[in-house]
């Protein structure tokens, strides 16, 4: 464990036997005891390094609040700020992750893998009742407990509804749903990552057999394009099922309930068992440029990125306005910027704004920055200090360090807020640890003023 996240830890008067069991690239798991005046108990103590995104932090806690309700789900405690980190608290209900279990045991056995699909449905059926969705189920957040399996991980839950969030890919891209590549991300995307994650489960090994392919291009290619890999590894009704989980098409999978019925009678219907697919396992030279010449979204925003910083403008606006006609959030952002610098094409600041609105309703968060810019500027709009504030405040929220810093000024000189010297010096602070330079000389002016 690093040598501060270690003190953080051990800044806490009340935890003891602080045993480190995982990490990953947002947060390190631990085993403590926690004392307190009822006795001595286990948690899992989450510590999360990257503390930038308040918004997506709430969300986790109220989310998980909400879960506390239910058996199937890990209790969660509390929550406390120690410096940049947040540490949350969850009852111990097991420290083996399905990737360790079956390293150590091998495969589950069908029963238990019957057992653990009929856990994952319930926990399921709890979330997506709430419109939320999972979106990273596979075995490393799935819990193999003494009593049941929990599905762990829930930072990148978020509402089922494409917007910013499902545009930006995020977790183990070797159990993402293919059409998270359009920035579309549903109930059925956690039903086809659940696939893959049972093919783990009886065979330990990737359905598309990733585990060494490390390049992220070639792993999204593969749930595009590849099939299930030696299906002879899998017992007949469960290759169907799988091959049910995992179509290519999220709405010819299968519901929780139509999973539920597969339960009691181990029956897909007829065209499932029609579609036994053969196994493709190459990989272009460049999937990525692949993926965009098949018009997925996020291979052609990459690939005008490409373009933008190599100086071909002209292409990167042709192939951002392709994925803005489409809605995607990312690209609007990025018109709007290349309309109010006026390159590659006329300026128009009024266009700007249109395209940064666009962006900012479906969550956007540098899109509101860019808008808010706009409002404080009276660039195209008229002038207004107060809207401007609340869209730093919404992107500074949601881990914009741009806004972050922007919203701190307006708090030191009252402008569309009240000053507020308090939240000038925490705004910076936050902005300027995250490395923003102009926060960090506006702090140091600030504090030595």
């Not at 150590?104 to 069908?110: H, Y």
């Not at 995307?189 to 070639?218: M, P, Q, R, W």
């Not at 600041?349 to 956007?364: I, L, P, S, T, V």
Request: net charge positive; charged share 25%; proline share 4%.
């Amino acid at each position: 464990m690093s040598d501060d996240v270690l003190t953080a830890l051990e800044q806490q008067p009340d935890l003891s036997k602080i045993q480190k069991i995982g990490t990953g690239d947002y947060a390190s798991v631990y085993k403590v005891i926690l004392s307190s005046e009822e006795g001595n108990k286990k948690q899992i103590v989450r510590v999360i390094r990257d503390i930038n995104n308040y918004h997506t932090i709430k969300r986790e806690k109220d989310l998980l609040n909400y879960l506390n309700q239910f058996p199937e789900f890990s209790r969660f405690n509390e929550i406390r700020k120690v410096g940049f980190y947040y540490l949350q608290f969850f009852d111990y209900v097991g420290s083996r992750n399905l990737v360790k279990h079956v390293k150590k045991k091998g495969p589950l056995s069908l029963k238990a893998t019957k057992k653990l699909l009929e856990t994952m449905i319930s926990t399921l059926e709890k979330v997506h009742a709430v419109a939320f969705i999972h979106g990273a189920i596979n075995p490393r957040n799935i819990v193999i407990g003494k009593k049941q399996s929990i599905l762990v991980g829930w930072t990148h839950a978020i509402p089922s509804l494409s917007s910013f969030d499902t545009e930006t890919i995020a977790g183990d891209l070797r159990y993402c749903p293919p059409e998270r590549l359009n920035g579309q991300l549903d109930e059925k995307g956690d039903i086809y990552a659940l696939g893959c994650s049972l093919y783990f489960a009886l065979t330990g090994k990737h359905i598309y057999l990733l585990n060494k392919v490390k390049e992220s291009s070639n792993q999204l290619w593969a749930h595009v394009h590849h099939s299930i890999r030696k299906m002879n590894r899998l017992p007949i009704f469960w290759r169907y099922l799988i091959v049910w989980m995992t179509q290519k098409d999220p709405k010819k999978r299968p519901s929780l309930e139509e999973l539920r019925a597969w339960l009691k009678e181990e029956i897909v219907p007829e065209w499932v068992r029609q579609n036994m697919m053969t196994s493709e396992k190459s990989f272009p030279k460049d999937a990525m440029a692949a993926l965009a010449d098949e018009h997925y979204l996020y291979p052609i925003f990459k690939q005008a990125l490409h373009y933008e910083t190599t100086g071909d403008l002209e292409n990167a606006f042709n192939l951002y306005e392709n994925c803005a006609f489409r809605g995607y959030s990312r690209a609007e952002n990025n018109i709007g910027l290349m309309y109010e610098h006026g390159n590659p094409i006329r300026q128009s600041f009024a266009m700007a704004a249109n395209m940064y609105e666009q962006a900012y309703r479906k969550g956007n968060p540098y899109a509101a920055y860019n808008l808010a810019r706009l409002f404080e500027k009276g660039l195209g709009l008229p002038v207004n200090l107060e809207q401007a504030a609340k869209l730093y405040q919404f992107s500074a929220l949601k881990g914009n360090s741009k806004a972050q810093n922007a919203l701190a000024l307006m708090y030191q000189h009252g402008k569309g807020v009240r000053q507020n010297l308090v939240q000038a010096r925490y705004w910076f602070g936050l902005s300027a640890h995250y490395g923003n330079k102009q926060a960090q000389r506006n702090i140091k002016a600030l504090l030595t003023a």
